[in-house]
């Protein structure tokens, strides 16, 4: 033998075993000139010899990168790892078959960058594998595009690719399924609405059910939300922005089988249910303008005094209570509480607006104790005299005694002349014995108007009890206007 080596070998089986393993000649001479040694074309007992010593010695280093190492690795790194998932498992083993050095780059480079999330790419990429098929069959493959591979090893890799093509197909027609079942689910729920009559709120947290089935990113989008809220709902569609925007730039992936376009539509519907939800709603701050609104209303209707309107409005705003209104000491107290309340929270513009709304009110009770409105009860207790003395009046014909224009603010501000108001009202209603409705009406903005109307022939009207009640009607507005021009900082002239 060589070099005494008993030459035992026998070349043909060795062979036969190289091929069995996945192993080619070229394969081994490879290992061999990484390892520093040679292999001839028909090796020799010594030759092999060495080389299994070298590869005992080394760190296999030079095994791994031939392709039946390399596949081996990547068979080995599934299990170990726990990928599962067909697109994953196609990918990486189509960038080892596209390797320049251990792969087939001529034969498999399309199979690279195929989106298996799509039907389209599914059908790319079973064809190609088809047709590789087909021309190795055929015996159309040279030597040079296998590069190294053996047949044998290129069949295997395309049974391979087929195995996790099928695999990722189930998955998006599974897709599909779930697709049509959302679009079966949001009939459902339309029909339902219009049959039972469900709210906008529930039809709401139906469609994020059925659409987190599809995509479990909008599953859990209403956790926390109170859909009776205006604000919440507003928080939801900011939330569906967010979501949109995580899918877009790619944060996040989307489910197989699903497009872009389909979690755009979906974020479309939720966003026109979150709209209709809020139709029907009114904001805390809406719901809380209505409130003082009715109030002022209320006030105008009931002649509430102004410590009551103050405290009143107060409660309707959240600012808690404000003390006896009832002193000048009192008031100064809730005036600083007031105050406090804004130095806590000066950017809240809200709440500035509802402190400034209860200190005109507080402000204004000063205003009232000082006179300001009361010198027009002697005026007013003349038209009381005067119409009272009158026993042969039967009625007034309809009237308009007197307007005037008032100022731009809101009248339950000016506590006396809304009490100057309820007084000439009192008399008419008091002194006459009216065949007809009396009418005294004041408008938030624009002109003061002071009727009363009766079914009685106006020649029936006793002159001098007309008269004075003329002239008492005229001194109580004369006491509003009064009145009006020192909220609005104005000298007190008539």
Request: overall charge negative; proline content about 2%.
């Amino acid at each position: 033998g060589e070099n005494g080596v008993r030459n035992t070998f026998d070349v043909k089986a060795f062979r036969r075993d190289l091929v069995a393993a996945g192993v080619t000649l070229k394969d081994l001479q490879a290992i061999a000139q990484e390892l520093g040694l040679t292999v001839s074309d028909i090796p020799t007992p010594t030759e092999i010899a060495r080389l299994r010593q070298a590869m005992n010695e080394a760190d296999f280093k030079a095994f791994t990168d031939t392709f039946a190492g390399q596949l081996d690795r990547l068979n080995r790194s599934f299990e170990i790892f726990g990928v599962d998932d067909a697109k994953d498992k196609f990918a990486r083993l189509v960038t080892l078959l596209t390797d320049p050095k251990v792969g087939a780059p001529s034969l498999f480079s399309g199979l690279a960058g195929l989106d298996l999330s799509s039907a389209a790419g599914l059908d790319s990429a079973k064809k190609q594998i088809q047709d590789l098929f087909t021309r190795a069959a055929s015996g159309q493959l040279t030597s040079d595009d296998l590069n190294g591979m053996n047949l044998q090893q290129f069949l295997d890799a395309l049974s391979a690719l087929m195995g996790f093509l099928n695999d990722a197909a189930g998955t998006v027609q599974a897709a599909k399924s779930s697709l049509q079942a959302l679009a079966d689910a949001l009939k459902d729920i339309d029909d339902s609405a219009q049959i039972l009559g469900t709210s906008k709120a529930d039809q709401l947290r139906e469609k994020v059910a059925a659409y987190g089935k599809v995509f479990p990113e909008l599953a859990g989008i209403l956790d926390g939300l109170d859909l009776s809220k205006a604000e919440d709902l507003e928080a939801l569609k900011q939330r569906l922005r967010d979501v949109f925007t995580m899918f877009h730039d790619g944060a996040a992936q989307l489910p197989d089988g699903t497009s872009l376009d389909d979690l755009i539509q979906a974020i479309l519907a939720l966003m026109g249910a979150a709209g209709d939800a809020a139709d029907g709603i009114t904001s805390a701050a809406q719901q809380m303008a209505d409130a003082a609104s009715a109030l002022s209303t209320k006030f105008d209707i009931m002649g509430t005094v102004a410590t009551d309107q103050a405290q009143q409005l107060a409660d309707v705003y959240g600012l808690g209570s404000l003390g006896d209104l009832s002193t000048q000491a009192g008031r100064d107290a809730a005036i600083k509480h007031l105050q406090d309340l804004y130095a806590s929270s000066p950017a809240n513009k809200d709440l500035a607006d509802h402190i400034a709304a209860v200190l005109r009110i507080v402000r204004g009770i000063k205003d009232e104790a000082s006179g300001v409105g009361d010198a027009g009860s002697a005026g007013l207790g003349d038209a009381v005299s005067a119409v009272g003395t009158s026993t042969s009046v039967a009625g007034l014909a309809s009237a308009s005694y007197a307007q005037m224009d008032s100022a731009n603010f809101y009248l339950s501000f000016l506590p006396a002349m809304a009490d100057s108001l309820q007084r000439i009202r009192d008399a008419f209603l008091g002194g006459l014995d009216m065949g007809g409705p009396v009418t005294a009406t004041i408008g938030t903005i624009g002109p003061i108007n002071v009727e009363v109307s009766g079914v009685s022939d106006p020649a029936t009207v006793h002159a001098a009890a007309a008269a004075g009640a003329q002239a008492g009607i005229d001194t109580g507005l004369a006491q509003i206007r009064l009145s009006l021009r020192a909220a609005a900082g104005a000298p007190r002239t008539a």
